[in-house]
């Protein structure tokens, strides 16, 4: 037994045994402690709510309301009021379901860490860890809370996240800094292992006292960006036309109360053109998108992100797991001594004695298969005395073994043959480097084992010891396509995303994949990393643009390609390594399995629960179909409330001679108008929309069409106003009230689509055109019920009016379809003739 005192401030230590504590020390030890995470502000209802009303909008409708009680019309400021405390509360409800969606899906990415309890090695959740745990951590885990190091070899680790110092530090249990031999949550071991005792969790930690280190940094999409832009421009068109036309109005208005009514008729117009429900339509989109990606097996970290997912136009991935099924098989050994390299294999397992192997790789659950029962129990009395994980840019692991018979210790090396063969000293070297290359050609992977006896003690090194091995042989491993890997990259291909494999395997069984897949033909070059190292920048460019398949890479080899493909490309990177967090940090969008080690995922903006190429495609184009929705939203708005602003503003000024609809009525108008679109999350998308990457710059394409729409809406609206008479009674207001309604919720079904919505595209959900009809029901309603139309001072409008009103709406919008047609085909057209000419 020893004694630590935490030498920080935490929870004191107790007595802790190498065995780590038993049940019910742990039961104990979370009653008191709580469990090892940060204790999170919790979502407060009204505080969100509050937060609703504070906005520009909220404030200019809240001084209309202010001008109505000062003018003694105190019906108008309670409308008013009511439109802004509705709006709010319906803001509330999308922020706070957004808010539960993203806390729902962060619960299904889990964080295992491997510790000694009952004397046993074994897997549990992070959460679970309590002051006096024995953890044992390696390359690449995520240091899950405050620890106190007990043992350690080579040990490396980023304390980037507290010091924010990049450069990983030394560090290890006989140091002579006191710091040095403390762990803290949050940091990456990047080299080694250790063994080390908790000393304190969650909030007690010293990551848990700045937790607001650990909050997501709010990061402006280049989609945002835009919608941004499109929105202050926006603002100050209407703005300026606003003025303009209170400055001509008051020069032909000497009544204060009349120029008051004016104003507030000028503020309520203003309110139907500003795309208010903008952010509440995205937040919809996006949360609901968000929990329909997860039932895919694709879980975002944050929302903003689907956009980057839709964005997409490479992807680059090792083939391992994704487009394998990442089931290894021993299909054959080639070694003059296979029971030797049967023993040596089973005994190099890493956590052999563990039950639930947090680090099993696919390569030790082939071997574990392939042993022979009587190896097993032959070799179960051997011991590991000393191991180096797996290195990617050195290709092998080490391990020191001993047999308990004879005393005698082995260093093991297993890794790629090549790289082995180098380190070895055996005469049939050249053979079994053919040899290996004729099995890579038949898509075989090669694992093999090369050893020497040595006198092991405490001081030894095994980074100085590693030469003269004896060759042992190496196994030939099967890991077969997917059977849907091919439908996968033609499918990846009709989305318009390339795929490119950065494999660290040889370049033989890259040549085999690239083949397979279609990714090459006969003849092709396949590049490794080592060429591309040896390349000039222009054909180091060349190579990229041209290859889709690079063997031998290692992680800072991928982190270089990466790097120069983002000069051109929207880059999707999936890793899942301890080497793979730098990339995952650089590329547009980091992919992780859910079985990647812990940095890799806290690296990744996504995490996916199924190991399948596929899924991240299935997502990319539901991340797109997302858009496609929410740009309908920004059409309804560029179309229908633009047209109707300048139509109105133009009939005021030059022909009518007092306002054409009252405050209430434009508002009431807007948010029934608003309703429908609540729902376009459920629309169905063409396939069309979705064959093409999104990009930021489609947003000002979009607003540059959607304006001639705008234009054609505004001179129906213009010739129907001016049908309806210049003069501005109650009969005139009614009929411009049900016309605005009427157009504004038809005009989504047509715009929704580039084709015709009578025959072609993808039809309208049923939640779409229901609450389209059920809105159309409240408009009618609102008219000729007499409390409300008392209260917005409607009249019940004739049926033969009626009916002539139905007539003209359809006409609007089956005009209104065929010019949206005529001017997609001109677009398109315009950009065939310009693709011809470049």
């Not at 107790?14 to 019910?24: A, D, H, I, V």
């Not at 309604?741 to 993808?762: E, M, P, Y």
Request: aromatic share 8%.
């Amino acid at each position: 037994m020893e004694q630590i005192n935490a030498p920080v401030s935490g929870m004191p230590l107790e007595n802790f045994s190498e065995g780590g504590l038993n049940s019910m020390q742990v039961k104990a030890k979370l009653d008191q402690f709580g469990e090892n995470t940060f204790k999170k502000e919790k979502i407060n209802g009204f505080i969100i709510f509050c937060r609703q009303f504070i906005n520009p909008l909220s404030f200019i409708l809240m001084f209309a309301a202010g001008l109505s009680v000062i003018m003694g019309e105190y019906s108008d400021a309670a409308v008013i009021m009511v439109i802004v405390t509705l709006n709010s509360f319906l803001s509330f409800i999308q922020e706070y379901r957004s808010s539960k969606a993203i806390e729902r899906l962060s619960q299904l990415i889990k964080r295992n860490v491997l510790v000694i309890r009952n004397h046993e090695q074994t897997v549990i959740d992070a959460s679970q860890l309590v002051p006096g745990d024995i953890v044992i951590l390696r390359g690449g885990d995520v240091v899950p809370a405050d620890l106190k190091i007990i043992d350690s070899y080579n040990l490396s680790v980023d304390e980037s996240q507290l010091t924010g110092e990049s450069i990983p530090v030394s560090k290890g249990y006989n140091s002579i800094d006191a710091n040095d031999s403390l762990l803290f949550t949050g940091s990456v071991i990047e080299r080694g292992h250790c063994k080390c005792v908790v000393f304190a969790t969650g909030n007690q930690s010293e990551l848990g006292k700045i937790a607001q280190l650990s909050n997501d940094t709010k990061k402006v999409t280049p989609y945002q960006k835009s919608l941004a832009e499109f929105s202050v421009t926006l603002l100050r068109m209407i703005g300026a036309t606003i003025v303009l036309m209170l400055a001509i109005k008051a020069v032909t208005i000497h009544n204060a109360n009349d120029f008051g009514e004016v104003l507030i008729f000028a503020v309520a117009l203003a309110m139907t053109v500003v795309p208010e429900a903008l952010p509440m339509i995205t937040t919809i989109n996006l949360s609901y998108g968000a929990l329909q990606l997860a039932k895919q097996k694709v879980i975002v970290k944050r929302l903003a992100v689907i956009e980057g997912l839709g964005r997409i136009n490479l992807l680059c991935s090792d083939k391992t797991g994704t487009l394998t099924n990442d089931c290894l098989t021993v299909s054959n050994v080639i070694s003059e001594d296979e029971t030797l390299f049967q023993t040596l294999a089973y005994i190099s397992i890493e956590d052999l004695q563990v039950e639930n192997k947090k680090y099993m790789s696919s390569f030790d659950r082939a071997f574990l298969q392939y042993v022979p029962e009587e190896i097993m129990t032959q070799a179960g009395c051997w011991i590991q005395l000393n191991s180096i994980p797996f290195n990617p840019a050195e290709r092998r692991r080490r391990v020191v073994v001993q047999n308990p018979e004879d005393n005698k210790s082995y260093l093991v090396v297993i890794g790629a043959p090549e790289t082995l063969i180098d380190l070895s000293n055996h005469n049939k070297n050249l053979r079994y480097k053919q040899l290996a290359a004729e099995s890579g050609k038949k898509g075989m992977r090669q694992l093999a084992i090369a050893y020497k006896e040595i006198d092991y003690n405490p001081d030894y090194n095994i980074l100085t010891d590693e030469k003269d091995l004896i060759f042992l042989g190496f196994a030939e491993l099967l890991d077969p396509l997917r059977l849907t890997a091919k439908s996968t990259i033609d499918k990846a291909r009709q989305l318009g995303v390339d795929v490119k494999i950065l494999t660290g395997d040889s370049i033989e069984i890259a040549e085999y994949v690239s083949r397979e897949l279609g990714l090459s033909k006969d003849g092709d070059k396949i590049y490794t990393g080592d060429d591309l190292e040896r390349m000039s920048d222009v054909q180091y460019e060349t190579a990229l643009r041209e290859c889709s398949v690079f063997a031998r890479v290692t992680p800072e080899q991928k982190y270089n390609i990466i790097n120069h493909l983002k000069n051109h490309h929207v880059v999707g990177y999936q890793g899942d390594g301890i080497n793979d967090a730098p990339s995952l940090k650089l590329a547009d969008v980091a992919i992780a399995v859910h079985n990647a080690t812990d940095v890799a995922k806290d690296s990744a903006d996504i995490v996916l629960l199924e190991d399948d190429l596929g899924v991240i495609l299935d997502g990319i184009q539901y991340g797109r179909s997302i858009f496609v929705n929410i740009n309908k939203y920004i059409k309804h708005a560029m179309i229908g409330n633009l047209g109707n602003f300048f139509s109105m503003i133009f009939f005021y000024i030059f022909f009518a001679a007092d306002i054409p609809m009252l405050a209430i009525q434009l508002l009431i108008g807007n948010i029934i108008q608003d309703m429908p679109l609540m729902t376009v999350f459920s629309d169905l998308v063409d396939p069309e929309e979705v064959r093409s990457p999104q990009a930021a710059s489609q947003i000002r394409s979009l607003i540059n069409t959607s304006l001639g729409l705008g234009a054609f809406t505004a001179v129906y609206y213009l010739f129907f106003f001016l049908f309806t008479g210049t003069e501005s009674t109650p009969l005139t207001q009614t009929t411009l009230f049900l016309f605005y309604n009427f157009t504004q919720l038809l005009v989504i079904i047509s715009v929704r689509s580039k084709d015709h919505f009578f025959w072609q595209g993808a039809k309208p959900s049923r939640l779409l055109l229901g609450t389209i009809a059920l809105f159309i029901a409240v408009s009618i309603a609102l008219v000729y019920n007499p409390f409300t139309a008392g209260l917005m001072g409607f009249v019940s409008l004739p049926l033969t009016d009626f009916a002539v009103l139905t007539g003209i709406t359809i006409a609007f919008i089956c005009l209104l379809d065929f010019v949206k047609v005529m001017l997609n085909k001109l677009k398109s057209n315009a950009l065939a003739h310009k693709a011809i000419a470049s």
